[in-house]
């Protein structure tokens, strides 16, 4: 059974940082490009970042381009969302997917993901 997990979400004021993970079993994540979305409350979820099966192709939204950095360890099979310079409008649960295609801004929609964590949560809030 493949599962994703993601860990590290929390309660944090404007302005601090988060790191979240996302791990996997049943899966090697290192097979697969990953991608982190988001939903906020009453809103669709959205595509936040993405990153190739190697580490070096990279998106993000115009939204937390310069402020979120996301990154891989294929040897401990983690895939790691850096989140800096946090603003209340980035509260939402995020959730890592598989994505069977490659990392892009077009790919980046949450019907063509293949396996999802159950989400964390990320509240930025004073």
């Known amino acids: 059974q493949v599962q994703l997990e993601e860990s590290g979400g929390g309660l944090v004021q404007p302005g601090g940082s988060l790191r979240l993970s996302c791990a996997a079993s049943?899966?090697?994540?290192?097979?697969?490009?990953v991608g982190w979305f988001r939903q906020a409350p009453g809103k669709e979820r959205e595509g936040v970042s993405c990153?190739?099966?190697?580490?070096?192709?990279?998106y993000y939204a115009d939204s937390v381009k310069g402020r979120f950095t996301i990154s891989r360890d294929n040897a401990k099979d983690v895939v790691y969302l850096q989140m800096d310079g946090l603003k209340p409008e980035d509260t939402a649960v995020y959730y890592c997917?598989?994505?069977?295609?490659?990392?892009?801004?077009?790919?980046?929609?949450?019907?063509?993901?293949?396996?999802w964590g159950k989400g964390t949560l990320v509240t930025v809030s004073s």
């Open positions: 990153i190739g099966r190697s580490g070096d192709v990279t």
């Open positions: 997917a598989s994505e069977p295609f490659p990392c892009s801004a077009q790919e980046m929609v949450p019907a063509l993901m293949d396996y």
């Open positions: 049943g899966l090697t994540l290192g097979h697969y490009h």
